[in-house]
Protein backbone atom coordinates (compact mmCIF):
# COMPACT_ATOMS: atom_id res chain seq x y z
CA UNK A 1 0.00 0.00 0.00
CA UNK A 2 1.10 3.16 -0.71
CA UNK A 3 1.48 6.22 1.69
CA UNK A 4 -0.90 8.77 0.92
CA UNK A 5 0.92 11.51 2.53
CA UNK A 6 2.93 10.57 -0.77
CA UNK A 7 0.04 10.75 -2.68
CA UNK A 8 -0.99 14.18 -1.28
CA UNK A 9 2.30 15.95 -1.31
CA UNK A 10 2.70 14.98 -4.88
CA UNK A 11 0.28 13.23 -6.78
CA UNK A 12 0.95 13.90 -10.32
CA UNK A 13 4.67 11.92 -9.34
CA UNK A 14 2.58 9.05 -8.13
CA UNK A 15 0.65 9.17 -11.46
CA UNK A 16 3.92 9.53 -13.70
CA UNK A 17 5.69 6.48 -11.12
CA UNK A 18 2.30 4.27 -11.90
CA UNK A 19 2.27 4.70 -15.69
CA UNK A 20 5.85 3.78 -15.78
CA UNK A 21 4.55 0.17 -14.94
CA UNK A 22 2.34 0.61 -17.71
CA UNK A 23 -1.03 1.13 -15.02
CA UNK A 24 -3.33 3.67 -15.57
CA UNK A 25 -4.19 4.94 -12.10
CA UNK A 26 -4.96 9.02 -12.56
CA UNK A 27 -8.57 8.60 -11.90
CA UNK A 28 -7.98 5.97 -8.98
CA UNK A 29 -5.24 8.71 -7.56
CA UNK A 30 -8.11 11.83 -7.73
CA UNK A 31 -10.72 9.68 -6.36
CA UNK A 32 -8.93 8.62 -3.27
CA UNK A 33 -7.76 12.49 -3.12
CA UNK A 34 -11.22 13.33 -2.80
CA UNK A 35 -12.49 10.42 -0.44
CA UNK A 36 -9.64 11.43 1.92
CA UNK A 37 -10.92 15.21 2.04
CA UNK A 38 -14.71 13.84 2.66
CA UNK A 39 -13.80 11.50 5.19
CA UNK A 40 -11.25 14.15 7.01
CA UNK A 41 -14.45 16.49 6.95
CA UNK A 42 -17.00 14.26 8.22
CA UNK A 43 -14.36 13.09 10.94
CA UNK A 44 -14.27 16.63 12.17
CA UNK A 45 -18.19 17.44 11.82
CA UNK A 46 -18.41 14.24 13.63
CA UNK A 47 -16.24 15.25 16.67
CA UNK A 48 -17.49 18.58 16.91
CA UNK A 49 -21.38 17.01 16.82
CA UNK A 50 -19.82 14.85 19.89
CA UNK A 51 -18.22 17.71 21.52
CA UNK A 52 -21.56 19.65 21.21
CA UNK A 53 -23.44 16.53 22.82
CA UNK A 54 -21.33 16.52 25.77
CA UNK A 55 -21.66 19.89 26.67
CA UNK A 56 -25.32 19.25 26.54
CA UNK A 57 -25.36 16.48 28.27
CA UNK A 58 -22.86 18.49 31.41
CA UNK A 59 -25.25 21.08 31.40
CA UNK A 60 -28.60 19.24 31.76
CA UNK A 61 -26.97 17.86 34.37
CA UNK A 62 -26.45 21.51 36.33
CA UNK A 63 -30.09 22.23 35.38
CA UNK A 64 -31.08 19.50 36.76
CA UNK A 65 -29.16 19.90 39.67
CA UNK A 66 -30.78 23.50 40.06
CA UNK A 67 -34.01 22.30 39.32
CA UNK A 68 -33.88 19.59 42.33
CA UNK A 69 -32.92 22.78 44.56
CA UNK A 70 -35.57 24.95 43.08
CA UNK A 71 -38.31 22.28 44.04
CA UNK A 72 -37.34 22.15 47.30
CA UNK A 73 -37.53 25.73 47.66
CA UNK A 74 -40.99 25.47 45.88
CA UNK A 75 -40.32 27.85 43.17
CA UNK A 76 -41.24 27.64 39.44
CA UNK A 77 -39.36 24.91 37.41
CA UNK A 78 -41.22 26.24 34.40
CA UNK A 79 -38.09 27.74 32.78
CA UNK A 80 -36.17 24.89 33.54
CA UNK A 81 -37.96 22.77 32.57
CA UNK A 82 -38.30 23.92 29.26
CA UNK A 83 -34.24 24.36 28.85
CA UNK A 84 -33.80 20.49 29.29
CA UNK A 85 -36.11 20.28 27.33
CA UNK A 86 -34.66 21.15 24.33
CA UNK A 87 -31.11 20.24 25.27
CA UNK A 88 -32.48 16.83 25.27
CA UNK A 89 -34.40 17.33 21.89
CA UNK A 90 -31.12 18.69 20.51
CA UNK A 91 -29.06 15.81 22.03
CA UNK A 92 -31.08 12.80 20.52
CA UNK A 93 -30.67 14.98 17.29
CA UNK A 94 -27.16 15.02 17.14
CA UNK A 95 -27.17 11.20 18.20
CA UNK A 96 -28.96 10.99 14.89
CA UNK A 97 -26.57 12.39 13.02
CA UNK A 98 -23.83 10.79 14.47
CA UNK A 99 -24.85 7.42 14.19
CA UNK A 100 -25.76 8.41 10.65
CA UNK A 101 -21.93 9.76 9.42
CA UNK A 102 -20.88 6.33 11.41
CA UNK A 103 -22.14 4.72 9.12
CA UNK A 104 -21.45 6.92 6.26
CA UNK A 105 -17.63 7.28 7.29
CA UNK A 106 -17.21 3.56 7.79
CA UNK A 107 -18.62 3.05 3.79
CA UNK A 108 -16.11 5.90 2.94
CA UNK A 109 -13.22 4.16 4.67
CA UNK A 110 -13.56 0.46 2.87
CA UNK A 111 -14.37 2.41 -0.19
CA UNK A 112 -10.85 4.65 0.92
CA UNK A 113 -9.09 1.26 1.87
CA UNK A 114 -10.31 -1.17 -1.39
CA UNK A 115 -8.83 1.68 -3.86
CA UNK A 116 -5.58 2.58 -1.90
CA UNK A 117 -5.04 -1.67 -2.16
CA UNK A 118 -5.50 -1.36 -5.71
CA UNK A 119 -2.54 0.58 -6.30
CA UNK A 120 0.47 -1.01 -7.21
CA UNK A 121 3.56 -0.08 -5.67
CA UNK A 122 5.91 2.96 -7.36
CA UNK A 123 8.33 1.57 -9.22
CA UNK A 124 12.25 2.87 -8.09
CA UNK A 125 13.71 5.94 -10.06
CA UNK A 126 15.92 3.70 -12.42
CA UNK A 127 14.03 1.67 -13.58
CA UNK A 128 13.06 2.21 -17.19
CA UNK A 129 9.57 2.73 -17.98
CA UNK A 130 7.46 -0.04 -20.04
CA UNK A 131 7.31 -3.54 -20.06
CA UNK A 132 9.55 -6.79 -20.73
CA UNK A 133 11.09 -4.65 -24.11
CA UNK A 134 13.22 -2.75 -21.77
CA UNK A 135 14.64 -5.19 -19.82
CA UNK A 136 18.53 -4.58 -19.46
CA UNK A 137 20.53 -7.77 -19.05
CA UNK A 138 23.45 -6.80 -16.55
CA UNK A 139 25.47 -9.75 -16.76
CA UNK A 140 26.27 -13.30 -18.32
CA UNK A 141 27.98 -15.59 -15.84
CA UNK A 142 28.87 -19.40 -17.27
CA UNK A 143 30.11 -20.76 -20.39
CA UNK A 144 27.36 -21.52 -22.83
CA UNK A 145 27.26 -25.38 -23.31
CA UNK A 146 28.66 -26.44 -26.76
CA UNK A 147 27.47 -30.12 -28.06
CA UNK A 148 28.98 -31.42 -30.85
CA UNK A 149 25.94 -34.06 -31.19
CA UNK A 150 22.22 -33.19 -31.32
CA UNK A 151 20.53 -32.36 -28.10
CA UNK A 152 18.02 -33.61 -26.98
CA UNK A 153 15.05 -31.92 -24.66
CA UNK A 154 14.53 -32.61 -21.76
CA UNK A 155 10.82 -34.24 -21.88
CA UNK A 156 12.36 -36.65 -24.03
CA UNK A 157 15.88 -37.30 -21.50
CA UNK A 158 13.69 -37.27 -18.77
CA UNK A 159 11.52 -39.65 -19.69
CA UNK A 160 14.08 -42.03 -21.76
CA UNK A 161 16.20 -41.65 -17.85
CA UNK A 162 12.75 -43.12 -16.00
CA UNK A 163 13.62 -39.55 -13.91
CA UNK A 164 9.74 -38.12 -15.08
CA UNK A 165 6.31 -39.94 -15.68
CA UNK A 166 4.69 -36.86 -17.14
CA UNK A 167 1.49 -39.62 -18.60
CA UNK A 168 0.47 -40.56 -14.91
CA UNK A 169 1.54 -37.17 -13.67
CA UNK A 170 -1.60 -35.46 -16.13
CA UNK A 171 -3.32 -38.88 -15.16
CA UNK A 172 -3.11 -38.51 -11.52
CA UNK A 173 -3.89 -34.20 -11.52
CA UNK A 174 -4.53 -33.17 -15.13
CA UNK A 175 -2.67 -31.28 -17.69
CA UNK A 176 0.35 -28.98 -16.30
CA UNK A 177 1.44 -31.86 -13.61
CA UNK A 178 4.18 -34.22 -13.61
CA UNK A 179 5.37 -37.28 -11.50
CA UNK A 180 9.21 -37.42 -10.02
CA UNK A 181 10.23 -41.40 -9.88
CA UNK A 182 12.98 -42.92 -9.05
CA UNK A 183 16.33 -41.08 -9.59
CA UNK A 184 14.23 -37.78 -10.77
CA UNK A 185 12.40 -37.57 -6.95
CA UNK A 186 15.95 -37.90 -5.66
CA UNK A 187 17.62 -36.08 -7.93
CA UNK A 188 14.27 -33.12 -6.86
CA UNK A 189 14.94 -33.89 -3.12
CA UNK A 190 18.88 -33.20 -4.05
CA UNK A 191 18.45 -29.98 -5.23
CA UNK A 192 15.96 -28.64 -2.58
CA UNK A 193 18.62 -29.75 -0.01
CA UNK A 194 21.63 -27.99 -2.28
CA UNK A 195 19.17 -24.99 -1.40
CA UNK A 196 18.90 -25.59 2.23
CA UNK A 197 21.91 -26.19 3.31
CA UNK A 198 23.28 -23.13 1.84
CA UNK A 199 21.05 -20.61 3.21
CA UNK A 200 21.19 -22.43 6.62
CA UNK A 201 25.33 -21.98 6.22
CA UNK A 202 24.78 -18.33 5.62
CA UNK A 203 23.13 -17.85 8.32
CA UNK A 204 19.13 -17.89 7.39
CA UNK A 205 16.00 -19.27 9.41
CA UNK A 206 14.50 -22.38 8.03
CA UNK A 207 10.82 -22.00 8.53
CA UNK A 208 8.15 -24.57 6.82
CA UNK A 209 4.84 -22.54 6.94
CA UNK A 210 1.37 -23.78 6.25
CA UNK A 211 0.44 -24.71 2.89
CA UNK A 212 -3.29 -23.58 3.29
CA UNK A 213 -3.48 -19.88 4.05
CA UNK A 214 -6.16 -17.22 4.86
CA UNK A 215 -7.29 -14.33 2.80
CA UNK A 216 -5.17 -11.40 4.92
CA UNK A 217 -2.21 -13.35 3.96
CA UNK A 218 -2.44 -12.66 -0.05
CA UNK A 219 -3.77 -8.91 0.58
CA UNK A 220 -0.52 -8.22 2.97
CA UNK A 221 1.93 -9.63 0.08
CA UNK A 222 -0.08 -7.86 -2.54
CA UNK A 223 -1.32 -10.44 -4.41
CA UNK A 224 -4.91 -9.88 -3.38
CA UNK A 225 -7.67 -8.44 -4.54
CA UNK A 226 -5.84 -8.19 -7.96
CA UNK A 227 -4.98 -11.54 -8.73
CA UNK A 228 -7.36 -13.71 -6.05
CA UNK A 229 -8.54 -15.72 -9.45
CA UNK A 230 -5.43 -17.15 -10.04
CA UNK A 231 -4.44 -19.12 -7.09
CA UNK A 232 -6.87 -22.59 -5.91
CA UNK A 233 -9.26 -21.57 -3.33
CA UNK A 234 -10.40 -23.69 -0.86
CA UNK A 235 -14.60 -24.02 0.38
CA UNK A 236 -14.39 -24.43 3.89
CA UNK A 237 -17.98 -26.40 5.39
CA UNK A 238 -17.01 -25.08 9.25
CA UNK A 239 -16.96 -20.85 8.55
CA UNK A 240 -17.02 -18.04 5.94
CA UNK A 241 -13.49 -17.69 5.74
CA UNK A 242 -11.64 -17.85 2.71
CA UNK A 243 -8.27 -19.62 2.26
CA UNK A 244 -6.27 -20.79 -0.65
CA UNK A 245 -3.45 -22.73 -1.50
CA UNK A 246 -0.22 -20.23 -1.53
CA UNK A 247 1.62 -19.79 -4.96
CA UNK A 248 4.72 -18.68 -3.22
CA UNK A 249 6.15 -19.04 0.25
CA UNK A 250 6.42 -15.28 0.25
CA UNK A 251 2.84 -14.80 0.82
CA UNK A 252 3.25 -16.88 4.12
CA UNK A 253 6.67 -15.60 5.24
CA UNK A 254 5.67 -11.34 4.54
CA UNK A 255 2.55 -12.47 7.40
CA UNK A 256 4.71 -14.28 9.56
CA UNK A 257 5.12 -10.53 11.51
CA UNK A 258 1.41 -8.70 10.66
CA UNK A 259 0.08 -6.52 13.01
CA UNK A 260 3.26 -6.57 15.19
CA UNK A 261 6.08 -4.21 16.05
CA UNK A 262 9.70 -5.67 15.93
CA UNK A 263 12.57 -4.43 17.71
CA UNK A 264 14.65 -2.55 16.10
CA UNK A 265 17.52 -4.68 17.49
CA UNK A 266 15.43 -7.81 15.84
CA UNK A 267 16.43 -6.43 12.23
CA UNK A 268 17.23 -7.92 9.77
CA UNK A 269 15.01 -10.69 10.21
CA UNK A 270 16.41 -13.30 7.32
CA UNK A 271 14.13 -16.15 6.69
CA UNK A 272 13.58 -19.22 4.02
CA UNK A 273 11.33 -21.81 3.58
CA UNK A 274 10.89 -24.95 1.05
CA UNK A 275 7.28 -25.38 -0.22
CA UNK A 276 5.61 -26.60 -2.90
CA UNK A 277 3.70 -23.76 -4.85
CA UNK A 278 0.46 -23.65 -6.20
CA UNK A 279 -0.51 -21.83 -9.62
CA UNK A 280 -4.18 -22.13 -11.07
CA UNK A 281 -3.04 -19.70 -13.94
CA UNK A 282 0.48 -21.07 -15.16
CA UNK A 283 -0.14 -19.44 -18.55
CA UNK A 284 -0.25 -20.27 -22.01
CA UNK A 285 1.38 -23.01 -22.71
CA UNK A 286 3.39 -22.87 -26.63
CA UNK A 287 5.03 -25.87 -28.31
CA UNK A 288 8.56 -25.35 -27.07
CA UNK A 289 7.16 -25.18 -23.08
CA UNK A 290 5.78 -28.41 -23.21
CA UNK A 291 7.64 -30.80 -19.95
CA UNK A 292 8.27 -28.76 -16.63
CA UNK A 293 8.81 -25.12 -17.78
CA UNK A 294 5.01 -24.36 -16.47
CA UNK A 295 3.13 -25.99 -14.81
CA UNK A 296 0.38 -26.37 -11.78
CA UNK A 297 2.44 -27.07 -8.79
CA UNK A 298 6.21 -27.29 -8.35
CA UNK A 299 8.76 -27.22 -5.34
CA UNK A 300 10.33 -23.71 -4.44
CA UNK A 301 12.60 -22.61 -1.79
CA UNK A 302 12.17 -18.72 -0.99
CA UNK A 303 14.45 -16.28 0.90
CA UNK A 304 12.90 -13.61 2.91
CA UNK A 305 13.94 -10.54 4.63
CA UNK A 306 12.33 -7.64 7.11
CA UNK A 307 14.81 -4.58 7.51
CA UNK A 308 15.16 -1.06 8.00
CA UNK A 309 14.55 1.48 5.20
CA UNK A 310 18.27 1.76 5.07
CA UNK A 311 19.51 -1.41 4.79
CA UNK A 312 16.99 -2.32 1.93
CA UNK A 313 19.72 -1.75 -0.69
CA UNK A 314 22.24 -3.72 0.58
CA UNK A 315 19.46 -6.67 1.28
CA UNK A 316 18.82 -6.52 -1.82
CA UNK A 317 21.96 -7.06 -3.49
CA UNK A 318 22.45 -9.79 -1.01
CA UNK A 319 19.84 -11.54 -2.11
CA UNK A 320 20.63 -11.40 -5.69
CA UNK A 321 23.93 -12.37 -5.05
CA UNK A 322 22.85 -15.38 -2.94
CA UNK A 323 20.37 -16.36 -5.98
CA UNK A 324 23.10 -16.17 -8.68
CA UNK A 325 25.79 -18.47 -6.39
CA UNK A 326 23.24 -20.76 -6.13
CA UNK A 327 22.76 -20.87 -9.99
CA UNK A 328 26.96 -21.02 -10.78
CA UNK A 329 27.26 -23.66 -7.95
CA UNK A 330 25.41 -25.83 -10.02
CA UNK A 331 27.95 -25.00 -13.53
CA UNK A 332 25.24 -23.29 -15.35
CA UNK A 333 25.20 -20.97 -17.89
CA UNK A 334 22.61 -18.18 -16.86
CA UNK A 335 22.50 -14.13 -16.79
CA UNK A 336 20.93 -11.70 -14.33
CA UNK A 337 18.07 -9.11 -15.53
CA UNK A 338 17.17 -5.33 -14.41
CA UNK A 339 13.19 -5.52 -14.64
CA UNK A 340 11.83 -2.52 -16.68
CA UNK A 341 8.93 -0.97 -14.16
CA UNK A 342 5.89 -2.37 -16.34
CA UNK A 343 7.38 -6.03 -16.00
CA UNK A 344 7.94 -6.27 -12.12
CA UNK A 345 4.85 -7.36 -10.38
CA UNK A 346 2.34 -5.08 -8.82
CA UNK A 347 4.04 -4.84 -5.51
CA UNK A 348 7.38 -4.28 -6.17
CA UNK A 349 9.69 -1.58 -6.78
CA UNK A 350 12.64 -3.79 -8.03
CA UNK A 351 13.24 -6.82 -9.59
CA UNK A 352 16.14 -8.48 -10.81
CA UNK A 353 15.40 -11.77 -12.39
CA UNK A 354 18.30 -14.60 -12.76
CA UNK A 355 17.44 -16.37 -15.98
CA UNK A 356 19.04 -19.84 -16.81
CA UNK A 357 19.83 -21.04 -20.44
CA UNK A 358 17.21 -24.04 -21.63
CA UNK A 359 18.96 -25.35 -25.16
CA UNK A 360 15.99 -26.42 -26.20
CA UNK A 361 13.89 -23.38 -25.95
CA UNK A 362 17.20 -21.34 -27.45
CA UNK A 363 16.62 -18.76 -24.61
CA UNK A 364 16.72 -18.03 -20.98
CA UNK A 365 13.90 -18.42 -18.57
CA UNK A 366 13.30 -16.94 -15.02
CA UNK A 367 14.58 -19.31 -12.07
CA UNK A 368 14.36 -16.52 -9.55
CA UNK A 369 12.78 -13.17 -9.00
CA UNK A 370 14.56 -11.10 -6.23
CA UNK A 371 12.87 -7.95 -5.10
CA UNK A 372 12.26 -5.32 -3.22
CA UNK A 373 8.57 -4.07 -1.85
CA UNK A 374 9.89 -1.52 -0.12
CA UNK A 375 7.39 -0.51 2.99
CA UNK A 376 4.64 -1.26 0.40
CA UNK A 377 3.78 -4.84 1.92
CA UNK A 378 4.34 -3.91 5.49
CA UNK A 379 2.08 -1.30 5.60
CA UNK A 380 -0.75 -3.60 3.93
CA UNK A 381 0.28 -5.77 6.96
CA UNK A 382 1.18 -3.17 9.47
CA UNK A 383 4.17 -3.96 10.16
CA UNK A 384 6.56 -2.19 12.26
CA UNK A 385 10.04 -2.06 14.17
CA UNK A 386 10.78 0.69 17.36
CA UNK A 387 13.44 2.87 16.02
CA UNK A 388 15.28 2.80 19.28
CA UNK A 389 16.76 6.57 18.70
CA UNK A 390 13.01 8.13 18.40
CA UNK A 391 11.40 5.63 20.28
CA UNK A 392 8.99 5.62 17.40
CA UNK A 393 7.51 2.52 14.98
CA UNK A 394 8.25 2.78 11.37
CA UNK A 395 7.50 0.82 8.67
CA UNK A 396 10.04 -2.21 7.76
CA UNK A 397 10.63 -2.67 4.41
CA UNK A 398 10.31 -6.49 2.93
CA UNK A 399 12.25 -8.03 0.17
CA UNK A 400 12.46 -11.56 -0.81
CA UNK A 401 13.58 -14.02 -3.57
CA UNK A 402 13.93 -17.05 -5.14
CA UNK A 403 16.19 -20.00 -3.83
CA UNK A 404 15.39 -21.52 -6.09
CA UNK A 405 12.72 -22.81 -8.00
CA UNK A 406 13.38 -26.28 -9.28
CA UNK A 407 10.31 -26.75 -12.16
CA UNK A 408 13.06 -24.72 -14.84
CA UNK A 409 16.31 -26.24 -12.64
CA UNK A 410 15.67 -29.30 -13.63
CA UNK A 411 14.88 -29.36 -17.51
CA UNK A 412 18.04 -27.01 -17.43
CA UNK A 413 20.58 -29.12 -15.30
CA UNK A 414 19.27 -32.41 -17.50
CA UNK A 415 19.83 -30.41 -20.96
CA UNK A 416 22.75 -28.51 -19.86
CA UNK A 417 24.71 -31.52 -18.77
CA UNK A 418 23.77 -34.12 -21.47
CA UNK A 419 25.80 -36.18 -22.86
CA UNK A 420 25.62 -37.94 -26.74
CA UNK A 421 24.74 -41.59 -24.94
CA UNK A 422 21.58 -39.76 -23.46
CA UNK A 423 22.92 -39.71 -19.69
CA UNK A 424 23.30 -36.89 -17.73
CA UNK A 425 26.52 -35.31 -15.79
CA UNK A 426 25.36 -35.21 -12.12
CA UNK A 427 26.52 -31.25 -10.53
CA UNK A 428 29.22 -32.18 -8.36
CA UNK A 429 27.56 -29.94 -5.62
CA UNK A 430 24.38 -32.32 -5.46
CA UNK A 431 26.30 -35.51 -5.86
CA UNK A 432 26.96 -35.96 -1.99
CA UNK A 433 23.14 -36.13 -1.67
CA UNK A 434 22.91 -38.47 -4.07
CA UNK A 435 25.27 -41.36 -2.95
CA UNK A 436 28.46 -39.83 -4.58
CA UNK A 437 26.42 -41.08 -7.94
CA UNK A 438 28.49 -38.81 -11.27
CA UNK A 439 26.20 -39.88 -14.09
CA UNK A 440 22.60 -40.82 -14.57
CA UNK A 441 22.30 -43.25 -17.34
CA UNK A 442 19.79 -45.31 -18.33
CA UNK A 443 19.46 -48.98 -17.00
Known amino acids: MLDIKKIKENPQAVKDGLRAKEVDCDAAVDKILELDGVIRGLKTTTESQTAQKNKLSKENGKLFG ?235 VEMFQFCKPEDSDAAFDELVTKAEKLVEGLGFHFRTVKLAAGDCSASMARTYDIEILIPSMDGYKEVSSVSNARDYQARRGNIRFRREETGKPEFVHTLNGSGLATSRIFPALVEQNQRADGSIVVPECLRKYLGGLEVIEKK
Open 66 to 300: QKKGAEKRGEDTSALDAQIAKNSAESVALDQAIEEEAQQLKDLQVEFRTLMLSLPNLPDSDLLPGGKENNEPLRYIGAKPQFDFEPKHHVDLCTNLGLIDYERGVKLAGAGNWMYTGLGARLEWALLNYFIDTHTADGYDFILPPHMLEYQCGETAGQFPKFADEVYKIANPTDDRTHYMLPTAEAALCSIYRDEILTEADLPKKLFAYTPCFRREAGSHRADERGMVRGHQFNK
